[in-house]
């Protein structure tokens, strides 16, 4: 993961997605459904993400967590842990 990505990566964790980077270039959204996991949106652009992740206009996917009552991770321990949700 690049760490530009990494914010990307913590949102749709927040929200119980996982993000996947495609071969393309985009990125996917996965979400867990008991044992499978089902593709929820493909071919997005970092823009994209933000968006589903209720980040719009000059609003940081990080003000957008604590808007909606998700705790950010503070440490790089707490966004693995974070990481081992979805």
Do not use: S
């Not at 719009?56 to 790089?76: I, K």
Request: proline share 6%.
């Amino acid at each position: 993961m690049n760490e530009p990505d990494r914010p990307l990566f913590i949102a749709a964790a927040l929200r119980g997605l996982r993000l996947q980077p495609m071969p393309d270039g985009y990125y996917g959204l996965l979400e867990r459904n008991g044992d499978a996991v089902e593709l929820v949106a493909d071919g997005l652009a970092f823009k994209d993400v933000g968006n589903r992740c209720g980040a719009f206009d000059t609003t940081t996917l990080g003000r957008t967590a604590g808007r909606d009552g998700l705790e950010w991770p503070a440490t790089y321990e707490a966004f693995l842990a974070l990481a081992h949700t979805v």
